[in-house]
């Protein structure tokens, strides 16, 4: 073992020594559901001749792309508004499931408290395939390489700051309360991600428009990357949107370029973790989220905004619907949605 990887595992027990020991939970009762299964949103075919460079499969064809994944658990006579989870950047929709230390997961626990509960992987993201012609394109000589998609995928040393884990790599936020003694299963999550070749709105924004008109009431619930797509669903469509929660949104709508009124009268919650003014990537991220608060709520928005160390929850990192104190965030934001959008009579 390398020294780096030393240190690294040691301040990760660092981290997990310094979060007080809470005592081993009882295993939940079985999970009983009234229906479960998956489906796909939104969607648009494409005829191409690059689908293939191998002898095998034909170049010329059609294929369906834009299309939008979604998997979903209905409880047992569910007495809560549907949630829609949706991820963020080189995720996909298993951010929302079992946490990397094997904990329950955000759609469970929200399946357990009565919501019935859709998990989706975005637009070219996981089970909602992309389009290989423009890369076939280029190495068929069809075209130049500088039409080649631009793709990514943030390793872990870059991520380690994004996701506020620390400072920077390796270092750790004190009390910060991430499973960084798991870490190993959260990087096997991490996807290429094709959003920066995408259009803008992503496709994902019209799929969830679909989804939510199909659901006629769901809350939109986002993170990072996804924050912004509730926002310019409902610009184009409040149909079926009952709120917004958006969760460390890379983007709020700008009240200086952006039409408010789409935002009038529908429940919003903006959510941030800890150690956001110590990220020179968040904090002015939050400070325009503020922003668009303050305006939405002046042309008569029901927006909010919500620092969770403000409220007494501490040490939460980017990523904190996976940190070990997840679930009593998740309680906290059920009550929010039982007062802000209960299910409608």
């Known amino acids: 073992m390398t020294l780096m990887l030393r240190a690294l595992f040691g301040l990760a027990a660092l981290a997990a020594a310094s979060v007080p020991a809470t005592a081993a939970e009882a295993p939940p009762p079985p999970l009983t559901i ?8 939104g969607g648009r075919d494409v ?15 059609t294929i369906t792309v834009d299309q939008v994944y979604v998997r979903y658990q209905i409880p047992v006579s569910p007495t809560r508004t ?22 329950m997961g955000w759609d469970e626990y929200f399946v357990r408290q009565g919501f019935p509960t859709y998990v989706i992987d975005q637009s070219w993201r996981g089970r909602s395939a992309g389009s290989p012609a423009a890369i076939n394109a280029v190495k068929s000589g069809k075209a130049n390489p500088d039409t080649l998609p ?46 920066a070749s995408l259009p803008v709105p992503n496709p994902t924004v019209p799929a969830l428009s679909e989804l939510a008109k199909r659901l006629k009431s769901a809350v939109l619930v986002s993170h990072s990357q996804s924050g912004i797509y509730p926002f310019q669903t409902a610009a184009l469509d409040r149909s079926g949107i009952r709120a917004i929660v958006a969760i460390e949104p890379a983007a709020c709508p700008d009240p200086a370029k952006d039409d408010l009124a789409p935002y009038k009268d529908l429940p919003i919650l903006v959510l941030f973790g800890d150690y956001v003014d110590q990220s020179s990537r968040w904090a002015p991220r939050l400070k325009l989220c503020r922003a668009f608060v303050a305006a939405a709520n002046a042309a008569g928005g029901r927006a909010e905004l919500i620092l969770l160390p403000e409220i007494g ?28 959008a209960p299910v409608k009579g």
């Open 34 to 41: 009234s229906a479960q299964g998956s489906f796909f949103v």
């Open 47 to 61: 005829a191409s001749e690059s689908l293939s460079t191998l002898p095998a499969y034909a170049a010329a064809g």
């Open 82 to 103: 549907p949630l829609v989870l949706i991820h963020g950047c080189c995720l996909t929709g298993k951010t929302w499931e079992t946490t990397p230390d094997g904990r």
């Open 150 to 195: 631009a793709v990514f995928s943030a390793g872990r040393e870059p991520a380690w700051t994004i996701f506020r884990f620390g400072p920077e790599f390796p270092k750790v936020f004190a009390g910060m309360q991430f499973p960084l003694e798991a870490q190993a299963e959260f990087w096997k999550q991490m996807v290429p991600d094709w959003s």
């Open 313 to 340: 929850i501490h040490g939460n990192s980017h990523m904190l619907m996976q940190d070990k104190n997840s679930l009593e965030i998740a309680d906290w934001l059920s009550g929010w949605l039982d007062k802000r």
